[in-house]
């Protein structure tokens, strides 16, 4: 059986077994990356009081996450079962575990009031304006708070949530889409049908609607900015709709929406989040480990501090808390962490941050990434050095 079709039959199965090979295989090393399959999910539905899908935010510059327990050595392993604090410890260090963030109180007030206008509170009127832009730098806790916050109305059956994180759409159409989904109508339609049964439906619903839009900096890179106005007037021309923008852009409302500075009427009520200082960060991590007592106090305040002085992203603490804890357990002494293993953690993590490879890594765009990692996965089921093109 020669010729082109049996060429072309070989070429289809060596293709096939690549991409197997690439989305199954999962590497012994522990330190190379493991792909999953997955996609993309491009709506996301109203979280329940955790912060991360907060962290729909991740830190380029947090240090490296620390691999899971089933990836451990077996001496590793052994150690965490004979010492359940440390299990305990590193669960609870995991800054997607739905906890109460303590702290924040002014924030939380603001957000408070701001959702009030639309209930009989005592409260009411305290905030008249039915737009709140929330902005700060990644890992202040904006989405957490306002899950918390919001999550509290909504057990109370006072609101009608919509949480949308906008990275995961591109336009405007994606956003209207998901409203109606959250209202169970229709969504095959035109935009300008799509905009006016969206507008009926909340008009005619029984509860207020509170839309929350996450990274919502993101749409600002649509073609279509006359939409994503539209949208962002929108809470000014309906009785029944509040909404809330949560932003990493510090300049939001200055630099990319005059549109909305030109109009004092249609200006949002702005709440920033600050960076976390030492203490905060010191009495979150406290609270979070409870009575574990495992850090001495001198090396919380040093990660602390250290973060504080840079990028305050409470992110950054947990994983380095988390990435000294490791080593602490590698050592066979006692597993407290002591401030000369979180020192460790700390220059690792500067080396590797400040290296030429990884800063030109770093900038590379998401499916150049995700190409690197494929050829590494490659190089390391087929044990060789060099992947080629007919390979």
């Known amino acids: 059986m020669n010729g082109p079709i049996y060429n072309l039959l ?13 989305v199954n295989f999962r590497p012994r090393d522990k330190t190379l990356p493991i792909i999953k399959s997955r996609k993309r999910t491009r709506k996301i539905l109203h979280p329940i009081a955790t912060d991360t899908e907060i962290r729909a935010e991740v830190s380029c510059s947090s240090p490296a996450p620390l691999t899971d327990s089933a990836c451990a050595s077996p001496a590793r392993r052994a150690r965490l079962l004979l010492n359940p604090q440390l299990s305990a410890a590193k669960a609870a260090l995991h800054s997607h575990v739905a906890r109460q963030i303590c702290g924040r109180e002014e924030e939380r007030r603001v957000i408070r009031h701001f959702c009030a206008q639309k209930s009989s509170n005592d409260e009411n009127g305290i905030i008249n ?3 709140l832009y929330i902005y700060g730098a ?15 109305f909504v057990e109370e059956n006072r609101f009608k949530v919509i949480f949308l994180n906008c990275m995961s759409t591109e336009l405007v159409r994606d956003v209207l889409e998901h409203i109606l989904e959250q209202l169970n109508c229709k969504t095959k339609l035109t935009l300008k049908n799509m905009w ?3 507008m009926s439906h909340v008009d005619k619903s029984r509860l ?21 106005y539209k949208l962002l007037e929108w809470p000014h021309q309906s009785s029944n709709l509040l909404m809330i923008g949560i932003a990493n852009s510090l300049d939001f409302t200055d630099r990319l929406l ?4 030109l109009k004092p009427e249609h200006k949002p009520y702005l709440l920033r989040f600050s960076p976390y200082n030492r203490e905060q960060m ?10 574990i007592e495992l850090f001495d106090r001198n090396a919380l305040m040093l990660c602390a501090s250290k973060v504080a002085s840079t990028t305050g992203d409470l ?11 490791e080593l602490a357990t590698d050592s066979p002494a006692k597993a407290n962490v002591s401030v000369i293993q979180m020192m460790e953690v700390f220059t690792t993590s500067t080396q590797n941050t400040n290296s030429s490879d990884h800063i030109q890594t770093k900038s590379l765009p998401t499916f150049e990434k995700l190409l690197l990692c494929s050829l590494i996965v490659c190089m390391r089921a087929n044990k060789k050095r060099v992947c080629t093109r007919a390979k």
């Open 10 to 22: 070989c070429i289809n199965a060596i293709a096939y077994h690549i991409l197997h090979s690439i």
């Open 129 to 131: 304006n039915p737009c």
């Open 138 to 152: 990644p890992g202040t806790g904006k989405t957490a708070v306002v899950t918390s916050v919001t999550n509290m």
């Open 196 to 198: 006016s049964l969206a």
């Open 208 to 228: 207020p609607v509170l839309l929350i839009l996450d990274e919502v900096d993101e749409l600002l890179t649509s073609n279509d900015m006359e939409n994503v």
């Open 258 to 261: 005059p549109r909305l500075q």
């Open 282 to 291: 010191l009495s979150i991590v406290n609270d979070r480990l409870g009575s």
């Open 315 to 325: 992110r950054t603490v947990f994983d380095v808390c988390r990435q000294s804890m």
